[in-house]
């Protein structure tokens, strides 16, 4: 951007994830509405945390209510919700926190978009797969109700569109493996890649 000169600051991510014992990063998860993102990105975040990793969670409680709160559901909405969402977790791997991100983030081409900007060796993609009618079966936001009966236009799934992830880093069936062995596997995986030093 013109006439913007970045400063050159000492400190850096790879200084502050030696202080802080392992790597910074960011997990993505991605999925319906209702397919398990929060649930399992709040168990994730449970058992790192108690492994004393610094953790930071995203999801739209704290995004959408806040930050982006002047953005709705229609596509260039959603873009702009998650490019905002990219650069703030891009900002929290220089502070030297594992970034949990639970966004539906429906389009491949967005997702490539948040890849981008958090940079592909700092991104973990987690694909909730789970079918639509399991979804529409929990309803535990009543959500799914509302947009069958058109009180919510462009809702994912219904009348918008979600298009599966092509080649995810991690994909959890929610309907085939139990909940705590999934939360075990991805643990795992985020474990090898935190790099954790004592
Ligand atoms: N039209 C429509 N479509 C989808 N979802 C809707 C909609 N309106 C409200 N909600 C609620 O908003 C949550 C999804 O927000 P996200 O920021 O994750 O969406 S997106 O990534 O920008 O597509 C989503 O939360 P989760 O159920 O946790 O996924 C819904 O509760
Ligand atoms: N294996 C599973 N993984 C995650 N959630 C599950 C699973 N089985 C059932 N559920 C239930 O599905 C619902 C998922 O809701 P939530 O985590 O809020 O989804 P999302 O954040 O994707 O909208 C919760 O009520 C959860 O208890």
Redesign the pocket.
Same mark, same amino acid.
């Given at each position: 951007m013109e006439n913007i000169i970045p400063h050159d600051f000492h400190i850096g991510k790879t200084d502050r994830n030696k202080l802080n014992g392992h790597n910074s990063f960011v997990v993505w998860?991605t &999925?319906? *509405? &209702? *397919? &398990? #993102?929060? %649930?399992? /990105?709040n168990q994730v975040e449970n058992e790192l945390f108690k492994k004393g990793i610094k953790t930071f969670s995203l999801?739209g409680d704290n995004i959408r209510k806040g930050l982006n709160n002047n953005l709705g559901f229609s596509a260039a909405d959603r873009q702009e919700n998650l490019r905002r969402i990219a650069e703030i977790s891009k900002l929290f791997v220089e502070s030297g926190s594992l970034v949990i991100a *639970?966004f539906?983030s429906p389009l491949e081409k967005d997702r490539e978009m948040i890849k981008e900007i958090i940079g592909k060796d700092d991104f973990i993609e987690v694909f909730?797969k789970t079918s639509l009618e399991e979804c529409e079966r929990?309803d535990? #936001?009543g959500l799914y109700k509302k947009a069958r009966a058109g009180e919510i236009k462009n809702f994912t799934g219904i009348d918008a569109p979600y298009e599966n992830p092509i080649n995810p880093d991690l994909e959890?069936e %929610?309907?085939k493996?139990?909940?705590e062995d /999934?939360i075990k596997r991805i643990v795992l995986r985020l474990e090898d890649k935190l790099e954790i030093r004592v």
């Open positions: 998860f &999925g319906l *509405s &209702g *397919s &398990g #993102k929060s %649930t399992i /990105a999801d *639970s539906i909730i929990r535990i #936001k959890v %929610t309907e493996e139990n909940l /999934a």
